[in-house]
């Protein structure tokens, strides 16, 4: 049975919601609250950024979304790659899912922003606008690398083709025998014809008369696999393409076929080198999507970041006072994680979240929640849903 998928939950709470308002002591209410049989809660520090209008700051959460959702879009695609390479080998993959040569989980465990990179007194807007330029980089980079290791890979499967293919694909240069071949003839030509093994007879029986000045009695069996026979046939050139053209019709193969002196040696030069370069682009390959799977999951990091604290002004105000916390569960654990969360901080939600007769949460009408999104305050939850508090979830 397949492991069950690693879930992170990002969120953030007033300092006010605590007793004290201090920061440890919240985290450590927050770990009594999610219980570690559904999740391990760690710090993940935001660092206090330049705060602009409300507007601007309601258009940020917005951009933030949708540069969010991009990332998720394309540390998907560097995933996908990684197995590609690996041919779809999940644990070889996996390994090379390093971020900053840490393993990704514990690059998340241990967050801190990049403040050397990305340094936090820059305007929010400023910083949005280079996550995005790193991110779209990153993406055609390896776009253009995984493209052309894929031309490459496709290139070299085709030389393979025609080296172990049946005798309807594979390359004739080492099969046929130029002294069978009627050449420089001013009016004779040899065709090569691949017919199924189940047709032989009718083959035999009606290639003399299938189109006009066939030579009688010319064909030659040249060679033969568990799939077709090859044979060689001798026409007047003139009727050359209808002859071939009838062939065609009863389902026998023409094969295209010029002796080249020192073909054979020539085909296998090229097949070495093809493999070399194959050899040679997969590793560069390699090399980048590691390094485009470091960025992109370092760079979403940054912009769950961002998204934590834009979304925290909005909701909680100023001074600055508010914990932030990463939660680590699976996809199994999540809801209950978000329920045991609500159970403790619906309140914040003010009229948005009651309770009925049983204690059980209930949620104001979806008019509320349109006015509450419309107002800047929509951008909590993944989706539409309002939530009373800051709440992120995301998968790797």
């Known amino acids: 049975m397949a ?53 601007a700051l309601v258009q940020q959460a917005d951009d933030l979304a949708k540069l969010s959702t991009a990332c998720e879009g394309i540390v998907g695609k560097v995933g996908d790659s990684l197995r590609s390479l690996y041919e779809g080998n999940d644990d070889k993959a996996s390994e090379q899912k390093m971020v900053n040569d840490k393993p990704t989980d514990q690059y998340l465990r241990t967050f801190t922003w990049n403040k050397v990179r990305y340094r936090a007194d820059r305007p929010v807007g400023e910083m949005i606008d280079i996550l995005q330029k790193e991110l779209a980089t990153i993406d055609n980079d390896v776009k253009s690398k995984f493209n052309q290791y894929n031309q490459v890979k496709t290139n070299l499967g085709t030389l393979q083709r025609k080296q172990t293919g049946n005798l309807a694909t594979k390359s004739l240069t080492p099969i046929v025998n130029p002294s069978l071949l009627v050449q420089d ?20 029986k009606s290639y003399e008369t299938i189109a006009p000045m066939v030579v009688p009695r010319s064909s030659i069996q ?71 799977w470091s960025e ?31 939660v680590l569960t699976n996809a199994k654990l999540a809801k209950k994680v978000k329920t ?56 790797l």
């Open 296 to 326: 992109s999951v370092m760079i979403w990091a940054h912009v769950m970041a961002l998204r934590v604290f834009v979304e925290s002004v909005l909701r909680y105000g100023l001074p600055l006072e508010f914990v932030s916390a990463l």
């Open 3 to 55: 492991p069950t998928p690693a879930k992170y939950v990002l969120l953030s709470l007033p300092l006010s919601t605590f007793d004290t308002g201090d920061s440890q002591e919240a985290l450590d209410s927050l770990k009594s609250t999610v219980t570690p049989d559904n999740g391990t809660v760690l710090p993940f520090p935001v660092p206090n950024f330049k705060i602009g209008t409300l507007d």
């Open 340 to 395: 045991t969360l609500d159970s403790a901080y619906s309140y914040l939600g003010g009229n948005a979240f009651g309770r009925d007769k049983r204690g059980r949460i209930t949620k104001d009408d979806a008019a509320l929640t349109s006015e509450m999104a419309a107002a800047g305050l929509g951008h909590a939850g993944e989706g539409s849903e309002y939530t009373a508090y800051v709440y992120y979830e995301f998968e």
């Open 222 to 292: 040249v060679a033969q696999d568990d799939e077709f026979i090859l044979f060689a046939v001798t026409t007047f050139k003139k009727h050359g393409a209808e002859f071939q053209q009838k062939c065609r019709e009863a389902k026998w193969t023409p094969r295209q076929y010029k002796y080249v002196e020192g073909g054979r040696e020539e085909e296998q030069k090229e097949l070495d080198r093809v493999a070399r370069e194959e050899k040679k682009v997969w590793g560069e390959a390699l090399r980048l999507t590691r390094t485009g």
């Open 185 to 204: 003839s001013e009016y004779l030509e040899t065709h090569l014809v691949a017919v199924p093994t189940n047709l032989k007879k009718e083959y035999l």
